[in-house]
């Protein structure tokens, strides 16, 4: 009777969810290293890289959502990359905006940034949203280039939009002047 009692539990409920757990829980090591340190899925929320992403911000509750490489991010940044990184203002919170001054780079500043041209300092990088509404580097100055956390690579949904993300056919904004000693 116990020899039968011992066989239900192992074929049983037990059995079966020890099954799954081994099955299944396999899987999550690989998928935190995976989405720490090389690739997550991301959705873009709010208006600040308007029209670039979620095109339809006002027309629908749609939202854009990419894939973002963690594989070194922080290394050789360029201008009209869209990055990842660390809220200055709120360190929790993830923010994406676009790269747009770069070490050396003199930046014609935007309201409500107090001075009317900043240059880069060396390991920063300027950072401004596509979008009227937004809060970049004209609210916090040049962000330190360790914060960014990622890059946007690839536009997974909505799927017309499908493919990858092509920064550098975008045009920057008038009043960049790129640092000399990049130019030669």
């Known amino acids: 009777m116990a020899a039968r009692w011992g066989a239900g539990i192992r074929n049983g409920f037990l059995g079966q969810f020890s099954h799954y757990l081994?099955?299944?829980?396999?899987?999550?090591?690989p998928l935190v290293v995976f989405n720490g340190w090389v690739a997550e899925i991301t959705r873009i929320n709010g208006p600040s890289m308007y029209p670039f992403f979620n095109p339809h911000y006002n027309e629908s509750t749609r939202r854009d959502i990419v894939l973002v490489s963690k594989w070194y991010p922080d290394r050789n940044l360029k201008r009209g990359m869209i990055v990842t990184f660390r809220n200055p203002l709120?360190?929790?919170?993830?923010?994406?905006?676009?790269?747009?001054?770069?070490?050396?780079?003199?930046?014609?500043?935007?309201a409500p940034y107090p001075h009317e041209?900043?240059?880069?300092?060396?390991?920063?990088i300027w950072v401004e949203g596509d979008?009227?509404?937004?809060?970049?580097?004209?609210?916090?100055?040049?962000?330190?280039?360790?914060?960014?956390?990622?890059?946007?690579?690839?536009?997974?949904?909505?799927?017309?939009?499908?493919?990858r993300v092509k920064w550098w056919e975008h045009n920057l904004r008038p009043g960049i002047k790129k640092a000399r000693h990049l130019l030669e």
């Open 22 to 29: 081994i099955r299944y829980a396999t899987w999550i090591p």
């Open 90 to 110: 709120n360190p929790k919170g993830k923010v994406v905006k676009r790269v747009v001054g770069i070490a050396g780079d003199v930046i014609r500043t935007k």
């Open 117 to 124: 041209y900043v240059q880069v300092p060396e390991g920063h």
């Open 131 to 163: 979008g009227d509404k937004t809060k970049d580097s004209n609210c916090y100055g040049p962000i330190s280039a360790c914060l960014v956390t990622g890059r946007v690579t690839h536009i997974l949904s909505p799927w017309d939009r499908f493919g």
